[in-house]
């Protein structure tokens, strides 16, 4: 199963993205999905994670009030909606899936990453 992202790209500070994440079979069903960050020289950090009822998000305090992760149960599908861009976001992004393998195993899937660059 390979996690597929999309909606990364090139946006002056203050734009706005939407960044879109899917498994490529459809029959996939990941418990926790969510967002992670990586800027050239650093290491890798939470962005934001949904639980699959959505009962329970979660966000780095860089981001708080201006990103948003909802999820598509239907579609399995995760997004994260990206308001109020800032140079400082600039990074690869990366979703994660968790799929529980048995009731005390889970197992981590993560996409190739999708680029956002923000601009001043």
């Known amino acids: 199963v390979r996690l597929v992202e999309s909606g990364g790209g090139l946006v002056q500070a203050g734009g706005s993205l939407r960044l879109s994440c899917a498994p490529s079979e459809s029959t996939f069903s990941a418990t926790t999905m969510g967002w992670y960050r990586q800027a050239p020289g650093k290491q890798r950090e939470l962005v934001a994670m949904i639980t699959r009822s959505g009962g329970t998000v979660n966000y780095a305090d860089s981001v708080k009030g201006r990103f948003t992760i909802s999820r598509d149960n239907a579609r399995n599908t995760v997004y994260l909606q990206m308001n109020d861009l800032k140079p400082e976001d600039t990074a690869m992004y990366y979703c994660?899936?968790?799929?529980?393998?048995?009731?005390?195993?889970?197992?981590?899937?993560w996409g190739q990453g999708t680029q956002v660059t923000v601009s001043s």
């Open positions: 994660k899936a968790v799929k529980m393998i048995t009731i005390a195993t889970t197992k981590s899937y």
